[in-house]
């Protein structure tokens, strides 16, 4: 289960979007219109704009794709996602705003873009509603046009409740949950990371863990798996990993299989892979996972602009909430994958 990674969006991404723009009114868009092929093609309405941040991650930039898609078909809106341009997102938003959308949802980066905040302001100047995903963007009081924020609601609960879940897992299995504790993340797989890999640290100092390490991971799975293994085996005392994203989850747990007989240790984290996780912690081999999708901050969006379109007043904060899956109560240390549910195989 465990090797099905980010890949969760790539298998589904052409049945949804197909089956999104197949079952809209009106022409299909040209095969060589870039922004055609973005569209979800409803007569008589506007054209939403997406301005999502440019990824070489390629199966999430999809989901993100794809999340708008479908969300603006549940709401019969059409919608253009762009392509990643020269230029940048202040281009892309510029461009956007010239056509005159009925809003534009813009994903801020990491790092602060003055000139994102600029275009941002000047398609505000025109009365467009801009809905940001994740953080502010540009001067609050820019208008006329509205501002809404469209963000996670803040990691602490979520992890709180994740290390929580990876303690009693660690304790029901013998282990002491409070020897030593490893995070961690893929730098740059999100927005969030860093707020999610800091999180977990902060939660785990708040339940008494005596240390606690970091560890990077990268895109090459078998190498992260082999990173987590060898951090583990560098620190005696660790009897918790809790990963800040899916990636990093996955390496935990091929890390665990590999380790099992000389150095057990619990495991949870983030994931955007919730049917994997599902499986995976009602098992016992994740302690819990926490889900968290950018896709689901875009579909919050397209709903927040659709239910504006309707006459509802968005607040100027929406918070997106981050679902724990969470193991059995008595669940302890995972078991190997070739023992059934029931305990050990017998000798034949």
């Known amino acids: 289960m465990a090797r099905l990674g980010r890949g ?27 922004a055609a092929r973005g569209n979800v093609v409803r007569s008589g309405t506007k054209v939403l704009e997406v301005v999502p941040i440019p990824r070489s991650d390629r199966a999430l930039a999809e989901a993100v794709k794809a999340g708008s898609l479908v969300q603006a078909g549940l709401e019969t809106m059409k919608v ?8 940048g997102q202040a281009q892309a938003v510029r461009e956007a705003a010239r056509r005159q959308p009925p809003a534009i949802v813009v994903e801020a980066p990491a790092a602060p873009d003055a000139e994102l905040d600029k275009a941002v302001a000047e398609a505000r100047a025109k009365g467009l509603l801009v809905v940001a995903v994740g953080r502010p963007l540009g001067e609050p009081t820019a208008g006329p046009g509205r501002l809404v924020v469209i963000a996670p609601r803040p990691f602490k609960a979520s992890a709180d409740r994740l290390v929580e879940l990876a303690a009693r897992n660690a304790t029901n299995g013998g282990l002491d949950p409070k020897s030593g504790a490893l995070v961690i993340a ?22 008494g863990v005596e240390q606690v390490d970091e560890a990077a991971v ?36 091929q890390a665990m299989m590999s380790l099992r007989a000389d150095r057990p240790f619990v495991i949870a ?6 049917t994997s996780a599902r499986t995976q912690s009602s098992i016992g081999e994740y302690a819990a996972a926490g889900v968290y999708a950018t896709d689901r ?52």
Request: with cysteine; net charge negative; charged share 25%.
């Open 297 to 348: 901050l875009f579909r919050k969006g397209v709903n927040v602009v659709a239910r504006s379109l309707r006459g509802d007043a968005p607040a100027d904060r929406v918070e997106v909430d981050t679902p724990i899956l969470e193991s059995g109560a008595s669940a302890g240390l995972a078991r190997p994958r070739d023992e059934p549910l029931g305990g050990k195989r017998e000798p034949e």
């Open 80 to 87: 253009q996602v762009a392509e990643p341009a020269e230029g």
């Open 8 to 34: 969760r969006v790539g298998l589904g991404i052409g049945v949804v979007l197909a089956t999104v723009i197949s079952g809209c009114s009106g022409p299909p868009p040209s095969a060589t219109s870039k």
């Open 269 to 274: 984290g983030y994931t955007d892979n919730e």
């Open 186 to 207: 893929r730098p740059g797989a999100d927005p969030f990371i860093d707020d999610r890999a800091a999180a977990l640290k902060e939660a785990l100092r708040g339940a």
């Open 218 to 253: 990268g895109d090459d799975a078998k190498a992260a798996a082999e990173a987590v293994a060898e951090a583990v085996k560098a620190h005696a005392g660790v009897t918790l990993v809790l990963a800040a994203d899916g990636a990093s989850l996955l390496a935990a747990d």
